[in-house]
Nanobody, 124 residues
């Protein structure tokens, strides 16, 4: 049975950094992603990658500030978030798929496995 468990969220001042972790268990996943859902907003893609970290995608709003990575030995997905802004405040979710999604990475319906979410709050 697949399970994704996130950690690392918290309260940080604007300009600060946080690193989110997502430990995966169960089947072998081919694709991973981080989504977020801010107050009164739809869930949106933040970043995505494949298990070998060959293909990497970032939402325009987080490019050059956030970095996604995978430690295959630990079955753990990470999201390093730097220079955080108040508009980054959201619940962050990791997601995984047993399929290589390629250019379909941003569609949340393509991910069958989700973590419980971790709150990130950025104060101004």
């Amino acid at each position: 049975q697949a399970q994704l468990v996130e950690s690392g969220g918290g309260l940080v001042q604007a300009g600060g950094s946080l690193k989110l972790s997502c430990v995966a268990s169960g089947p072998v996943f081919e694709s991973y992603a981080w989504f977020r859902q801010g107050p009164r907003k739809d869930r949106e893609i933040v970043a995505a990658t494949d298990k070998s970290h060959v293909t990497v995608y970032y939402a325009e709003a987080v490019k050059d500030r956030f970095f996604i990575s995978v430690d295959r030995a630990k079955n753990t997905l990470y999201l390093q978030m730097n220079n955080l802004r108040p508009e980054d405040t959201a619940v962050y979710y990791c997601a995984a798929s047993e399929y290589f999604l390629g250019s379909y990475y941003s569609n949340r319906e393509n991910y069958a496995n989700w973590g419980q979410g971790t709150q990130v709050t950025v104060s101004s």
